[in-house]
């Protein structure tokens, strides 16, 4: 029976997954469980994608010499926007900067100078964000990168370890879409953004759709592994295109809201919704499974919560006891933007609330819990705010929300979530992304053939919980 390898990785951690499919359901095994995160080296932030590279290595062959084979193909899917540069000879040119790299601080608006951004949106279809790659292909061209001056190639993290992998350069279209440098509608690069400020379109590779194979593993890794030479598919390369792939969902009448690091709410639509509103609100395009696109917003999701547990290191609490803390603390008193700048990369988040509170007359937590209070509170008056814009946009009604991803083990988010929203919230899975990454690899060698059997699979393979308005 063949099993698929999935590698999936977040800005803070990742996960390596064997899953096999049978009986119309996949069962899913972790290989391994590791740690990511951003290096500060001098006044910039980098990713270590050699040591990532080196983990997903080690990974596949503890699969092969575990289970005594040769699983059927591998996928890799990561977080969006940021990416890696190729000198002529095929080598890496430097670490990949992270999205929150102070480089460009503000290059959007600068930008703008160039072309107005609301050209901007209506070629891209993508939420304007400092982050988006554009806009950090233009720092490093801003700031005269001798990486740049050198380079012949950029890779998006998925495709530059695919290229890892197998020595071949191409360019998936999830994870292309998320970097505005895509147009969604002819689905090729949009090449008057690069000619404003002298970035050679040659840059960037030709784009193949989420089920491609990408090609086999080259025959070092394929010997030093044990795998042989397996195909390395493109899965839906970003990490939420393959979360949505496994939203275990009926019919269209449903949002999504994946919920980590970051939370992205949107829907399923099959054609970008770009108009002057979805400009105004800010709503991105992003590619999806079988040529669909995921109309949403991406909003800051457990970051906070994440980045304020280091300040209680010492402490050590789990993170169920913190949610504990959050539900005995008697009534919420105050409510943050988890979007505004402050929250971007703080050096002490809790410093940054003090200071939010401060500023706008509210009064600042004081203990754990009220922190985490805040943090959850805020997080789901934001999920109501978007959801209400949500719904006037959408060309259908919203019934449901799916919460997919390490948010959706959390039950009390989950009922402030329902609470905040109106509507039931349906839980699971919290492996989403792994489970759309392995169903697509699966469909890459025919063993499924659309995206509607890969959601019947994913809706007999998981349990769910639903979570109806309270209050």
């Known amino acids: 029976m063949d099993s698929f390898v999935a590698f999936d990785l977040g800005a803070s951690s990742g996960l390596a997954v064997a899953g096999t499919l049978a009986d119309e359901k996949i069962t899913m095994r972790e290989i391994s469980r590791f740690n990511n995160g951003i290096i500060p080296v001098g006044s910039h932030y980098h990713w270590n994608i050699l ?16 289970n005594k084979c040769q699983p ?29 790299d102070p480089h460009t601080n503000g ?18 279809g993508i939420q304007l964000m400092q982050i988006n790659s554009l806009f950090q292909l233009f720092a490093l061209k801003r700031n005269g990168s001798s990486l740049l001056e050198n380079a012949s190639d950029l890779l998006f993290l998925p495709d530059l370890l695919n290229y890892m992998f197998t020595g071949v350069k191409k ?22 953004l690069f000619d404003v400020f002298g970035a050679p379109l040659s840059l960037m590779q030709e784009i193949v759709m989420p089920g491609t194979i990408i090609g086999t593993l080259t ?40 919920s980590g690091t970051w939370s992205l709410m949107g829907i399923e639509t099959r054609k970008p919704l770009i108009s002057k509103e979805t400009e105004e609100m ?61 929250f971007m990369n703080p050096e002490n988040m809790l410093v940054a609330i003090n200071d939010y509170c401060n500023r706008t007359a509210q009064k600042a937590p004081e203990t754990v819990g009220q922190y985490v209070r805040c943090i959850f509170e805020s997080l789901a008056f934001k999920y109501k705010e978007t959801m209400e814009t949500l719904k006037k946009l959408s060309p259908h009604p919203i019934e449901k929300l799916h919460v997919i991803g390490g948010g959706s083990k959390n039950a ?35 063993k499924l053939k659309s995206l509607a059997e890969i959601r019947k699979v994913a809706l007999n393979s998981v349990e769910t919980k639903t979570y109806l308005p309270q209050s």
């Open 107 to 124: 290059m959007m608006e600068e930008y703008f100078k160039l072309i107005p951004r609301q050209k901007v949106y209506d070629m891209t």
């Open 412 to 446: 009390y988010l989950c009922q402030l979530t329902a609470n905040a929203t109106g509507m039931p919230v349906v839980a699971g899975p919290a492996e989403g992304t792994a489970m759309g990454n392995l169903l697509v690899q699966a469909m890459a060698l025919g």
């Open 219 to 258: 025959d070092a890794i394929a010997k030093e592994t044990g795998a042989g030479k397996i195909p390395v598919v493109a899965v839906g390369s970003h990490d939420t295109a393959s979360a949505i792939a496994a939203v275990p969902a009926q019919g269209e009448n449903w949002a999504y809201l994946s």
């Open 72 to 100: 059927a193909s591998i996928g890799i899917d990561t977080w969006g926007v940021d990416f890696g540069l190729l000198a002529p000879d095929g080598s890496l040119l430097g670490e990949p900067y992270a999205y929150r």
């Open 282 to 342: 800010n709503f991105t395009n992003e590619g999806g499974v079988e040529g669909t696109f995921r109309f949403l917003k991406n909003l800051t999701g457990l970051w906070l919560l994440e980045q304020s547990m280091k300040q209680w290191r010492n402490e050590n609490y789990s993170y169920n006891r913190l949610v504990e803390m959050a539900k005995a603390e008697k009534q919420c008193q105050c409510i943050v933007d988890p979007d505004a700048p402050d």
């Open 51 to 66: 040591g990532l590279y080196d983990t997903l290595r080690k990974s596949l062959k503890s699969f092969v010499d575990e």
């Open 171 to 192: 360019a998936e279209f999830t994870i292309s879409s998320t970097s505005q440098m895509l147009n969604p509608r002819t689905v090729k690069w949009a090449s008057e």
